[in-house]
């Protein structure tokens, strides 16, 4: 079995990201969608995340994505894929940009029409917190 078709729908996440377009990444996912994000609450629905991704457009813009590790397991009509990632954005406010780097762990499901949306996606950061002082 083929990792194909994850690997296309993997691509048009980035991509989705790259160019801030909220709705397409609305378009990756399924109607039973959780994104569990760090630092927040998960985001149930595929019009959840579409607002959830607005929102952080609205904060800042990425300027740029990448996953330099990447593995994917097939399961039947689920995919388990598991990486790490690093995302450089722009505050909308002005400033230095500011980038993140992690881990995630995302479910796609195949769909009727054999292309592959996610289900599930959980990240985090690798980044140690700022030390309270």
Do not use: Y
Not at 11 to 30: I, K, S, Y
Not at 52 to 71: D, I
């Amino acid at each position: 079995m083929s990792t194909e078709g994850v690997d296309k729908g993997h691509r048009q996440w980035l991509q989705a990201m790259e160019t801030n377009d909220p709705a397409a990444l609305g378009r990756l996912v399924t109607a039973e969608v959780v994104l569990m994000p760090p630092h927040s609450e998960a985001v149930a629905g595929r019009q959840g995340v579409v607002d959830w991704f607005a929102g952080v457009v609205a904060q800042a813009r990425t300027k740029a994505v990448g996953v330099p590790r990447r593995e994917v397991m097939l399961a039947g009509d689920l995919a388990i894929e598991r990486g790490s990632f690093m995302w450089r954005v722009a505050p909308a406010a002005g400033g230095s940009d500011v980038e993140d780097q992690g881990n995630f762990v995302s479910v796609w499901q195949r769909q009727p029409d054999d292309s592959w949306k996610v289900v599930r996606l959980i990240w985090n950061s690798t980044l140690p917190l700022p030390a309270l002082t």
